[in-house]
């Protein structure tokens, strides 16, 4: 029996459970931590195409994460001002339309993860990793050396954007909006793995030399998912900054990179749902430890080191048992 | 005389001071089973890799198919038809036998950049995958994962990779190593009538293989071929059993 289908079920309702439940013992924070959990799981999700299937450890997907936040707030600060950001040669305005910022947020990610991937793919293992936060590190200067923006202060979203239908300025209307947004994020990556661009990737992952000799050149494939992955995770930095009200230049830190990866390996690598376990987890973690100490990070990484060291699957692996490669 | 379907002119490779390849020159012709003996270390899997396009040589040329591969990556020549099987199997470890043919045959149909359809719900391409693993003889082991196949099972899927490519010609390096007398024999006659469809570059160490089978062989000896020829001439060359057959000749 594959034990995968029901922990997936339960991994997928946990946000909504714990926003349901919020509601029901008039908790209203506890919507916001659920809302949290779910532009988390995105964020990683993202980097779990990267990471998970192709075994390209970006140390540096914060900058995407980063690039979606300032993508919402630079079109709402616009917006409500009423001013263009391009008079010249056509006139751009700002836009609260969801939609339109995620739009945004995907493009603009998508060709920095083009022209960084392209560099960083040519090296592999640490250099990979230095490289990718290299550019992440890059991108986080520009960020607070445009004062136009907000620099160090980071750049405040005057309204949350707007989503056709929905009230996403109530708690519940917007914390349907990202946990939509993670099941689309969540289906996108189950297909993406399941076709033969899938199988391509994680082939890349575990043998680049078996890929090349059956002819398939590992470089486009890793950069095709390099650049997928940085669009994910994009739009999830741009419901973050409408969380937050705030495009902070600490989105694209170094710390939020590596967070990204920790939610991912305390979930479980390559896992479907391993995001969205290690989100929930961090998050209550963060929550939990976080209001009683200041230390709660030194926890955190008890519980990754043992995760590291005794349950290499993560919580996924540890409850639905390895996965299976068909 | 057809022209060889791969022509390798004096291919030099040096590691340092050592040099592993030296103005090597072979063909490779329609239908016939090449041999490549020698000693260890002499160089054989060296010359493979440069064939194949994994090394890349200091010098010299090879031409497949008519048209000079010389720049052309490891997936280029593979896409172009020639396929090859590692010494030291390297497959896909965490997939199945199945998915390892199945990525072949993905790369003989076309594009990777397929975004959509569940390979494993694609009768295009897990029959074809599963007909090469029934031809080689290890069907009913389709569904286990490359890291948990015994080591002849392994050898066995990395043929089958290359005939799911449809190669054009096949470099085989030592796929007899390990695989015992029975498993060399059912290999020997499996390679017999491969022939048929691609042309083999042989590498091998297991003599009775290589004097069943060999159309012609060549002999390197410290990155060097020095001597080429069929069977017997190589036999009864006094300066090959000297440097490398010695009690295999009798
Ligand atoms: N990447 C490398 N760097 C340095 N030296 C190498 C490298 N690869 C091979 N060599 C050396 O080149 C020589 C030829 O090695 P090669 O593996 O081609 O021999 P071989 O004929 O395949 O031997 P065997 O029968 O043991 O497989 C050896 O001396 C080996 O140590
Ligand atoms: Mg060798």
New binding site residues.
């Given amino acids: 029996m594959n034990r995968s289908i029901p922990v997936n079920v339960v991994l997928a309702l946990l946000p909504v459970g714990i926003a349901l439940g919020a509601v029901a013992f008039d908790e209203p924070f506890f919507v916001t931590l659920a809302t949290r959990m779910a532009i988390l799981a995105l964020a990683a999700t993202g980097l779990n195409l990267a990471l998970g299937l192709g075994g390209l450890v970006s140390f540096g997907h914060a900058a995407f994460f980063g690039i979606g936040g300032y993508a919402a707030g630079i079109l709402a600060t616009h917006a409500l001002y009423m001013q263009p950001i391009l008079t010249w040669p056509v006139e751009i305005g700002g836009t609260d339309s969801m939609p339109a910022i995620w739009l945004v947020a995907v493009v603009v990610a998508g060709l920095v993860a083009l022209g960084t991937g392209a560099i960083s793919l040519r090296t592999s293992g640490v250099y990979f990793i230095m490289i990718t936060l290299a550019f992440a590190q890059m991108i986080y200067y520009f960020a607070i050396s445009w004062p136009a923006y907000g620099g160090e202060d980071g750049l405040s979203v005057p309204t949350r954007a707007v989503f056709p239908g929905v009230n996403t300025a109530t708690p519940m209307g917007f914390f349907a909006v990202c946990y939509g947004a993670l099941l689309v994020g969540v289906t996108i990556f189950a297909i993406l793995r399941a076709s033969r661009f899938g199988a391509a990737l994680q082939a890349a992952r575990q043998n680049e030399t078996r890929l090349a000799a059956v002819g398939i050149a590992p470089f486009r494939i890793k950069l095709v998912a390099f650049v997928l992955s940085a669009m994910l995770t994009a739009v999830a930095g741009a419901l973050f900054a409408d969380l937050n009200r705030f495009a902070s230049p600490s989105m694209m830190s170094w710390q939020m990179s590596g967070e990204l990866i920790v939610l991912i390996i305390l979930g479980g690598t390559g896992r479907l749902f391993g995001p969205v376990a290690g989100a929930v987890l961090f998050v209550l973690i963060e929550h939990l430890l976080g209001g009683a100490t200041e230390r709660w990070q030194l926890f955190l990484g008890l519980i990754l080191l043992g995760v590291v060291l005794f349950a290499r699957g993560g919580m996924v692996g540890l409850l639905a048992g390895k996965p299976r490669h068909g | 005389m057809a022209d060889p379907i791969l022509a390798i002119r004096n291919l030099n490779k040096s ?2 001071a ?1 040099k ?1 390849t030296d103005d090597v020159s072979l063909d490779l012709r329609h239908g016939e089973i090449h041999a490549l003996i ?1 000693p ?8 493979i890799h440069q064939i194949s396009g994994s090394l890349k040589p200091d010098a010299g040329r090879i031409e497949f198919m008519g048209a000079d591969v010389t720049g052309l990556s490891l997936s280029q020549r593979a896409r172009s038809g020639l396929g090859r099987s590692f ?1 030291i199997s390297s497959l896909a470890l965490e997939f199945s036998a199945l998915r390892n043919v199945m990525l072949a045959v993905q790369s003989y149909q076309g594009s990777s950049f397929r975004f959509f359809k569940p390979v494993m719900r694609d009768a295009s391409l897990i029959d074809p995958a599963m007909a090469v693993l029934e031809r080689v003889g290890i069907a009913d082991r389709a569904h286990v994962a490359a890291s948990e196949l015994s080591h002849g099972e392994r050898r066995k899927l990395e043929i089958a990779i290359a005939l799911a490519m449809k190669s054009r010609a096949f470099l085989f390096d ?1 796929p007899m190593a390990g695989m015992g007398p029975e498993g060399s024999k059912q290999l020997t006659t499996f390679l017999d009538e491969l022939r048929g469809e691609a042309p083999i570059l042989l ?1 091998e ?1 297991d003599m009775d293989a290589v004097f069943a089978l060999a159309d012609r062989i060549s002999v ?1 000896v410290y990155g060097r071929v020095i001597a080429s020829g069929t069977v017997d001439e190589i036999r009864s060359d006094p300066e090959v059993r000297r440097a490398y057959l010695g009690e295999h000749a009798e």
């Avoid at chain 2, 260890?40 to 010359?47: D, H, Q, R, S, V």
């Fill in positions: 590691f340092g050592l592993a020698g260890n270390g002499a160089g054989k899997t060296t010359l010494q030592e590498v160490h390197l």
